[in-house]
């Protein structure tokens, strides 16, 4: 019958049979026995071994057929293992532990669960929702343990947003695979101390750089746990991101001040001085045009950012860092205190920006990771707990390797 030999190859047996096929009520149940003689492997430590004696029959769901239910019906066996010293049950080719669905359907429901919610999947399968959790915690935890950490060179450091009400956590990417290697709850010193008691050991003598905005909690840990000759970065698109908060905070000084003479002058502008002149459209560009033969502070702080834009142009450290110390100077004398105070902190942080000229890399990749992972989020309706959380990103993000089978149901 065509079906047995459909079922044998794709659950990829050669100890075990298809004794019948049957249909029975709306589901198709297929009886699976053991090839009489054949030593079959130990359950604990896979040594071939002698058979012993049968379990009661199991139950084992199936991956479904066009739709109809699918179940496999088989009796385990007990061998008897010499290297165990015991009595173990085999180790079951089409399923894992205990564990009453078989691999295939396990896989398939991981693979379903990287592109569709996990509550989508549970009903297109008629499973749990908790089965589906199960089924990406399997999937998860063998690529955990077969991933290799060791040839990571660059790593990003960041915090995500989970849930409202400033609920953080921090994540580890790897900059050159774009793949995520760590995920903790919080942003605190503790959260990134975990990442380097799991995975500090297999990051020495590889790790070259790190890159991180200037959170001094991060900073603190890397500086303790990486070797000396592995740069820290402060991510360019952190220090620019806070360089638009100082402008924007001058517009809105300046915005008040003028609020009895003249309201409407700076209203709905302020993505006019953020923006770079070559992303300005036109009715923004011919507004600045006219904005700029005022006398204005927020021009000048404008001014000012457009001008510390030529920093990352640099190719050479001394030249770039003579160039900052220039621009720290205009910044400090520009009567804006905003500018002032982001000058001075560059001057806090210089040495870490300084290395941007030893290891261009940034976080624009952490970033770009970080609106995937926001999508993951969204696409479920959130997750209650960050177990799950982590669940769900590394099997989406983690580019976790998978065994190899002889079918793919998906």
Same mark, same amino acid.
């Not at 047996?13 to 492997?41: A, N, S």
């Not at 750089?209 to 001094?216: E, F, H, L, P, Y």
């Not at 990352?312 to 910044?331: H, I, Q």
């Given at each position: 019958?065509?079906?047995?030999?459909?079922?044998?190859?794709?659950?990829?047996?050669?100890?075990?049979?298809?004794?019948?096929?049957?249909?029975?009520?709306?589901?198709?149940? %297929?009886?699976?026995?053991?090839?009489?003689?054949?030593?079959?492997?130990?359950?604990?430590?896979?040594?071939?071994?002698?058979?012993?004696?049968?379990?009661?029959?199991?139950?084992?769901?199936?991956?479904?057929?066009?739709?109809?239910?699918?179940?496999?019906?088989?009796?385990?066996?007990?061998?008897?293992?010499?290297?165990?010293?015991?009595?173990?049950?085999?180790?079951?080719?089409?399923?894992?532990?205990?564990?009453?669905?078989?691999?295939?359907?396990?896989?398939?429901?991981?693979?379903?669960?990287?592109?569709?919610?996990?509550?989508?999947?549970?009903?297109?399968?008629?499973?749990?929702?908790?089965?589906?959790? =199960? =089924?990406?915690?399997?999937?998860?935890?063998?690529?955990?343990?077969?991933?290799?950490?060791?040839?990571?060179?660059?790593?990003? %450091?960041?915090?995500?947003?989970?849930?409202?009400?400033?609920?953080?956590?921090?994540?580890?990417?790897?900059?050159?695979?774009?793949?995520? *290697?760590?995920?903790?709850?919080?942003?605190?010193?503790?959260?990134?101390?975990?990442?380097?008691?799991?995975?500090?050991?297999?990051?020495?003598?590889?790790?070259?750089?790190?890159?991180?905005?200037?959170?001094?909690?991060?900073?603190?840990?890397?500086?303790?746990?990486?070797?000396?000759?592995?740069?820290?970065?402060?991510?360019?698109?952190?220090?620019?991101?806070?360089?638009?908060?100082?402008?924007?905070?001058?517009?809105?000084?300046?915005?008040?001040?003028?609020?009895?003479?003249?309201?409407?002058?700076?209203?709905?502008?302020?993505?006019?001085?953020?923006?770079?002149?070559?992303?300005?459209?036109?009715?923004?560009?011919?507004?600045?045009?006219?904005?700029?033969?005022?006398?204005?502070?927020?021009?000048?702080? /404008?001014?000012?950012?457009?001008?510390?834009?030529?920093?990352?142009?640099?190719?050479?450290?001394?030249?770039?860092?003579? /160039?900052?110390?220039?621009?720290?100077?205009?910044?400090?004398?520009?009567?804006?205190?905003?500018?002032?105070?982001?000058?001075?902190? *560059?001057?806090?942080?210089?040495?870490?920006?300084?290395?941007?000229?030893?290891?261009?890399?940034?976080?624009?990749?952490?970033?770009?990771?970080?609106?995937?992972?926001?999508?993951?989020?969204?696409?479920? /309706?959130?997750?209650?707990?960050?177990?799950?959380?982590? *669940?769900?990103? /590394?099997?989406?993000?983690?580019?976790?390797?998978?065994?190899?089978?002889?079918?793919?149901?998906?």
């Amino acid at each position: 019958m065509l079906i047995k030999r459909i079922v044998k190859k794709t659950l990829n047996v050669k100890r075990h049979k298809v004794l019948k096929v049957v249909e029975k009520g709306d589901q198709i149940e %297929i009886h699976m026995d053991v090839c009489k003689r054949r030593r079959l492997p130990c359950g604990t430590c896979q040594r071939l071994s002698a058979q012993r004696d049968r379990l009661k029959q199991r139950r084992f769901k199936h991956v479904p057929l066009w739709g109809i239910p699918v179940v496999l019906l088989y009796r385990p066996v007990r061998v008897t293992c010499t290297v165990c010293g015991g009595i173990r049950v085999e180790n079951i080719p089409f399923s894992q532990g205990k564990s009453r669905m078989t691999t295939g359907l396990l896989w398939t429901l991981s693979a379903m669960a990287k592109i569709l919610p996990w509550k989508t999947v549970a009903q297109m399968y008629q499973v749990s929702w908790n089965t589906v959790q =199960a =089924a990406v915690k399997q999937a998860v935890d063998y690529g955990v343990n077969h991933r290799d950490v060791g040839s990571v060179i660059y790593i990003g %450091i960041d915090e995500i947003s989970r849930r409202k009400g400033h609920k953080y956590a921090t994540v580890v990417y790897d900059l050159t695979e774009k793949r995520i *290697l760590w995920m903790g709850e919080g942003r605190k010193k503790e959260t990134l101390e975990e990442f380097f008691k799991e995975h500090g050991k297999a990051l020495k003598g590889t790790l070259k750089a790190v890159c991180c905005d200037m959170w001094q909690s991060y900073i603190d840990v890397i500086e303790q746990n990486v070797e000396e000759d592995v740069v820290m970065v402060f991510d360019k698109f952190h220090i620019v991101g806070h360089l638009n908060k100082a402008v924007d905070e001058v517009r809105k000084e300046e915005a008040r001040t003028l609020k009895k003479d003249n309201p409407e002058l700076l209203k709905k502008t302020r993505y006019i001085w953020l923006k770079n002149p070559e992303n300005l459209t036109d009715k923004q560009r011919s507004r600045l045009g006219y904005l700029e033969k005022l006398n204005l502070k927020v021009n000048r702080a /404008y001014l000012l950012k457009e001008s510390f834009r030529d920093f990352w142009d640099y190719t050479y450290r001394k030249s770039a860092k003579k /160039y900052l110390a220039k621009w720290f100077w205009w910044a400090t004398h520009s009567r804006l205190e905003p500018l002032r105070d982001f000058a001075w902190m *560059l001057r806090g942080h210089q040495e870490g920006i300084m290395n941007y000229f030893k290891c261009r890399i940034t976080n624009g990749v952490t970033e770009g990771m970080n609106n995937k992972a926001k999508t993951v989020i969204k696409r479920c /309706y959130g997750f209650r707990t960050i177990p799950t959380l982590k *669940l769900a990103l /590394y099997h989406c993000l983690g580019k976790l390797p998978e065994p190899k089978f002889m079918h793919r149901f998906v």
